[in-house]
């Protein structure tokens, strides 16, 4: 996402310190989701609802990622070079794609998002040490969020490392796995590769086909248009407090996407006393946070 090489100006410092093993154990910071375009979302209250000059939804987003208190916000391009940015310390009560002709459709452009505590904060002059690197990519950008959003938005990722080789390229690579994270000192010879920077993610396990979740009351549950178990597994990624998920395929493109706080006991569908294969197809898993 492009947005979040423009979020953050980072000074960066060289000191010298023992290294460690990751989980970094540290407050969360904010992690943005892709915009939705042409969405608007629904809340009792509207926590902060500001005006801004600007010619898209970028403010509104950053403003967003940079308060931790911040979960979702809507963006109304008023004018050209006007907008009304409106953030909330919730998920919506509910989020609707407009259509031409809606009474809101006329008001302006609308945008909206979602931020929340997936990633620990970035750690500066660290390179991570460990097992093979699982993703790697050569990404055009200035800053470190980018690796930090690869690796958010890929459930089995663990952790990810950034070398900013020139001031608009840099490489990022993605672990599975807990991996060793070591700072950086004065003689080593990978300062003369770049700048260096390094984080661990909230991270899920391999989707468990034909498996659901027993005995778990949830606290999330909604209906979504996806041919996959794959956005229910993000949504419990993105989820503060989320430790397991379940996915019922209804459809060829829907299904219910049910999320819990408390990490749920798995078994397979065929060990159920009941039948539960007119329901659709299942599958479930669970996730552990960084900390």
């Known amino acids: 996402d492009d947005s979040l090489s423009k979020g953050l100006l980072v000074l960066v410092t060289r000191n010298a310190s023992a290294s ?5 154990q540290c407050s969360s910071v904010t992690v943005c989701g892709d915009t939705k375009l042409q969405y608007y979302l629904t809340s009792t209250n509207i926590d902060w609802n500001d005006r801004y000059s600007a010619s898209d939804d970028l403010v509104c987003k950053a403003e967003c990622m940079l308060d931790p208190a911040c979960k979702s916000w809507s963006w109304q391009q008023q004018q050209e070079t006007q907008g009304i940015c409106r953030r909330y310390k919730q998920l919506p009560e ?17 945008s909206a998002g979602f931020c929340n505590e997936a990633c620990s904060p970035t750690k500066l002059n660290y390179y991570l040490w460990g097992p093979d690197i699982d993703w790697q990519d050569s990404l055009a950008g200035s800053n470190s969020q980018l690796c930090e959003w690869q690796c958010a938005k890929e459930p089995q990722c663990r952790a990810w490392n950034w070398l900013q080789e020139t001031p608009t390229q840099g490489t990022c690579n993605r672990y599975r796995t807990d991996v060793e994270a070591k700072l950086l000192q004065d003689t080593d010879d990978l300062w003369s590769r770049g700048t260096w920077s390094a984080g661990v993610c909230k991270v899920c396990d ?13 606290e999330w549950e909604e209906t979504i248009s996806s041919r996959n178990n794959r956005e229910c597994q993000a949504k419990c990624k993105f989820e503060p407090g989320c430790k397991g998920w379940n996915w019922i395929q209804k459809s060829e493109l829907q299904g219910i996407c049910r999320r819990y706080s408390q990490t749920p006991r798995i078994d397979a569908v065929s060990t159920r006393p009941k039948p539960m294969k007119d329901e659709g197809e299942h599958s479930a898993g669970t996730c552990r946070a960084y900390q």
Request: charged share 30%; hydrophobic share 30%; no cysteine.
């Open 20 to 24: 460690f093993q990751l989980p970094f």
């Open 94 to 110: 509910h989020e609707q794609k407009l259509k031409a002709g809606d009474d809101l459709w006329k008001q302006g452009s609308w």
């Open 206 to 218: 391999v989707p468990k086909k034909d498996h659901d979740v027993r005995n778990n009351h949830s």
